[in-house]
Antibody
Framework: QVQLVESGGGVVQPGRSLRLSCAAS????????MHWLRQAPGRGPEWVSG????????GYLESVRGRFTISRDKSKNVLYLQMNSLRAEDTALYYC????????????????WGQGTQVIVSS | DIQMTQSPSSLSASIGDRVTITCRAS??????LNWYQQKPGKAPKVLIY???NLQPGVPSRFSGSKSGTDFTLTISNLQPEDFATYYC??????????FGQGTKVEMK
């Protein structure tokens, strides 16, 4: 079945780095755009970054641009998020999600999502 | 960026009730609006895409509609498994994809 499994989260001091990974299985990874989203406690999901199936980066949330880098390894079916210069406000549960489109190609949504990996930025 | 505002932020309802959640976009998003359901400790799950199209397997008691820039998720005949938090998401003007702040449906 389609599955996304995130890893790499943890507790890190402000200014330090982390690299998140998302292992994909059960579908043709190279056919889909992939995204990172995050969710702080009691808040709605927040889109962080996305990458097209061809590796072209769709963009970044303004507050992470220049600090975070999204990438994908098609040979390993893995999505990455390199997070540098971490701040307390980056603390959240980070999800990866597949961008799924309707047959028409007009509509898209995120499905499925992984189970998330927790990132805590604290001194 | 397009801001999505949901109301109410929470509501209390009983089994069998009809529940309505509203989402307003800060600009025109046409029908580019999805609804997600999230249960505690789980990732969001898409229920409806393009305003009113149910995902396969989603019960027909869920429905979506729009009027101008206001979008509505309706749950008719609320069931025990429907107690959860619901989020709207716009996919018209991206990036970024933006979500509402959520509506928690609690048991009365």
């Amino acid at each position: 079945q389609v599955q996304l499994v995130e890893s790499g989260g943890g507790v890190v001091q402000p200014g330090r780095s982390l690299r998140l990974s998302c292992a994909a299985s059960g579908f043709t990874f190279s056919d889909y755009g992939m995204h990172w989203l995050r969710q702080a406690p009691g808040r709605g999901p927040e889109w962080v970054s996305g990458v097209w199936n061809d590796g072209h980066v769709e963009g970044y949330l303004e507050s992470v641009r220049g600090r975070f880098t999204i990438s994908r390894d098609k040979s390993k079916n893995v999505l990455y998020l390199q997070m540098n210069s971490l701040r307390a406000e980056d603390t959240a549960l980070y999800y990866c999600a597949r961008e799924t489109k309707a047959v028409s190609g007009t509509w898209n949504w995120f499905d499925p999502w992984g189970q998330g990996t927790q990132v805590i930025v604290s001194s | 960026d397009i801001q999505m505002t949901q109301s109410p932020s929470s509501l209390s309802a009983s089994i069998g009730d009809r529940v309505t959640i509203t989402c307003r976009a800060s600009d025109r998003i046409y029908s580019y609006l999805n609804w997600y359901q999230q249960k505690p400790g789980k990732a969001p799950k898409v229920l409806i895409y393009a305003t009113s199209n149910l995902q396969p397997g989603v019960p027909s008691r869920f429905s979506g509609s729009k009027s101008g820039t206001d979008f509505t998720l309706t749950i008719s005949n609320l069931q025990p498994e429907d107690f959860a938090t619901y989020y709207c998401q716009q996919t018209y003007n991206t990036p970024p994809w933006t979500f509402g702040q959520g509506t928690k449906v609690e048991m009365k």
